[in-house]
């Protein structure tokens, strides 16, 4: 019998090849159709995507209030602007993932946090399940902030 998914010895679970191109193939069916305004995939969006984004967005600013209200946000970010989504230029997810860490700067920039803060709270997130912003998304970042 084949495994779906094991373990690493981090103890986190890697996904099998098959599994990834099958949520990779959901992903790509979810992002064609918010871009075609399809009601539902809203919903099926959120579902996908929603912990991750929540996720990512509260671990940022640190304050479940600003989380909500970014996340709703970027949820309707999202939707009003799925059709400049091209897939022939990158997968969707990286893209939601670019439009998230762009409302994220956008929100930075107006509350008058400077980038060394920004940075030390995206790399402090790092024990606690995750890089949010990597190296390289860090001298693109300080060069928009």
Not at 4 to 19: N, V
Not at 75 to 103: C, E, M, Q, T, Y
């Amino acid at each position: 019998m084949v495994q779906a998914s094991s373990r690493t010895d981090k103890g986190e679970t890697s996904r099998s090849p098959f599994e990834k191109i099958r949520s990779e193939a959901k992903e790509l069916r979810i992002g064609e159709r918010l871009k075609e305004e399809d009601g539902s995939a809203l919903q099926d969006f959120m579902c996908v995507f929603g912990p991750w984004l929540h996720g990512m967005v509260y671990r940022s600013v640190r304050s479940a209030e600003d989380a909500e209200e970014l996340y709703q946000d970027l949820l309707l970010h999202v939707w009003r602007k799925a059709k400049l989504w091209n897939p022939k230029k990158g997968d969707f997810a990286p893209w939601i993932g670019r439009v998230a860490k762009n409302l994220l700067v956008d929100y930075f920039r107006k509350k008058g946090t400077r980038s060394e803060e920004l940075w030390s709270q995206a790399i402090s997130s790092e024990d606690k399940g995750g890089v949010i912003l990597r190296e390289p998304d860090t001298r693109l970042l300080q060069d928009m902030v």
